[in-house]
């Protein structure tokens, strides 16, 4: 198991422009988190999954943006007509949730962001 | 709505020293879960230590232990014997215990610097 994955590490791309980042999540969890993370600032959650079904989502997730979890693997988030204040890494974390109450069951892991740069 | 403050935007420490790193959150929830993550430079957050609200008694995990204070709603971090590795940003996180989505709300975090 090597952990989460996220591709791109690094994307540059001019204000306008669509985006797409994947996310592997550690195979066996069923839960997925986005969260986003500008200059100076902690991660802010975004939207999050299990299995497949997008359970909720930040009001920080405006119309441009779109996640998507398919087969309950691997995740998709695209921006929509990208903006300069879409700029920031962007995290993504996973989880498994067997259903109990302990914390220890529960620990997200993160994997190392892509850093998204609107010029 | 959780919040979680964290007043030290920069810290430093000698090698072998003891830092202290701060974090207070504000909710009116009485059962949640507090977290500090490290977050060295251009690799992922990791977890370093957790508390259960419920617990009377401070976390420690190896040279990380915590001073967790649930009336006064702070959560702090104490790194004992501090090495070079332990130069990270440092986040102070929350997490209700209910409402299902286990989602995280962070501090805007702590950049430890440790000098040799």
């Known amino acids: 198991d090597t952990g989460v994955s996220q591709n791109p590490r690094h994307k540059i791309t001019k204000r306008g422009q669509n985006v797409t980042f994947r996310c592997d999540p550690i195979s066996e969890h069923n839960r997925l988190y986005w969260y986003r993370q500008t200059l100076g600032q902690g991660p802010e959650f975004l939207t999050y999954f299990q299995n497949e079904a997008q359970l909720e989502k930040s009001r920080l997730l405006s119309d441009r943006f779109s996640a998507e979890r398919p087969k309950g693997s691997f995740s998709t988030l695209e921006i929509q007509r990208t903006e300069q204040g879409d700029s920031a890494m962007y995290l993504c974390?996973?989880?498994?949730?067997?259903?109990?109450?302990?914390?220890?069951?529960?620990?997200?892991?993160f994997g190392q962001g892509t850093r998204l740069t609107v010029v | 709505a959780q919040t979680v403050t964290q007043s030290q935007p920069e810290m430093s420490v000698q090698e072998a020293e003891t830092v202290t790193l701060s974090c207070t959150y504000d909710t009116s929830e009485s059962d949640y879960y507090l977290f500090w993550y490290k977050q060295p430079p251009s690799r992922q957050m990791i977890l370093v230590i957790r508390q259960e609200a419920y617990k009377q008694q401070n976390a420690t995990e190896n040279r990380f232990s915590v001073n967790f204070q649930k009336a006064a709603k702070s959560f702090s971090l104490k790194i004992s014997d501090s090495q070079l590795g332990d130069a990270a940003m440092y986040f102070c996180a929350y997490r209700s215990e209910w409402g299902g989505s286990e989602k995280l709300v962070f501090g805007k975090g702590t950049k430890l610097t440790v000098n040799p």
């Open positions: 974390a996973s989880s498994l949730n067997t259903g109990g109450w302990l914390v220890e069951n529960t620990e997200a892991f």
